[in-house]
């Protein structure tokens, strides 16, 4: 084949360090407008960002060009700074760690329904739950002791 042709699909999620109520609803789109820009500046362009105040969670096209911890790692720096520049708190920070599943694009439609309703799914389960609950669905081993922070 004389071309490389991807389509990885990836639901990622992480939160506020120790899952502080930092992203207010009326901040939330426009951090999640300036994260759409830096997935597509890393050729990864978001297919929808959703989220609550401790977290975000991304439905996005990996590039096949880059690494997908670059491509999180560039999006949580360069919004952290963001979010400090524009009328966030000056402490602000992401968790070190973040967890990302591979999506098949049969399931693309509901992940991305999942995303975009976050607010009412989170009246129900907290974060933390929220992720076992994904873990044990993706069948990814973990340990509680090394997952929060």
Do not use: C
């Amino acid at each position: 084949m004389g071309q490389s042709l991807a389509k990885n699909l990836i639901h990622l999620t992480y939160s506020t360090k120790y899952r502080k109520p930092w992203l207010h609803a009326d901040f939330r789109k426009a951090l999640f407008a300036y994260q759409s820009g830096i997935f597509t500046q890393w050729d990864s362009p978001a297919l929808t960002i959703g989220g609550v105040e401790d977290h975000v969670h991304a439905l996005f096209i990996l590039s096949k060009n880059h690494a997908l911890k670059k491509v999180i790692e560039e999006v949580k720096k360069s919004s952290s700074k963001w979010i400090k520049q524009n009328g966030g708190p000056s402490i602000f920070e992401w968790q070190s760690g973040y967890a990302a599943f591979s999506v098949s694009q049969s399931a693309a439609p509901d992940v991305n329904f999942y995303i975009r309703n976050q607010e009412e799914h989170h009246k129900r389960m907290t974060f933390q739950d929220e992720l076992r609950v994904l873990f044990r669905k993706h069948e990814v081993e973990f340990d509680e002791r090394y997952v929060w922070d």
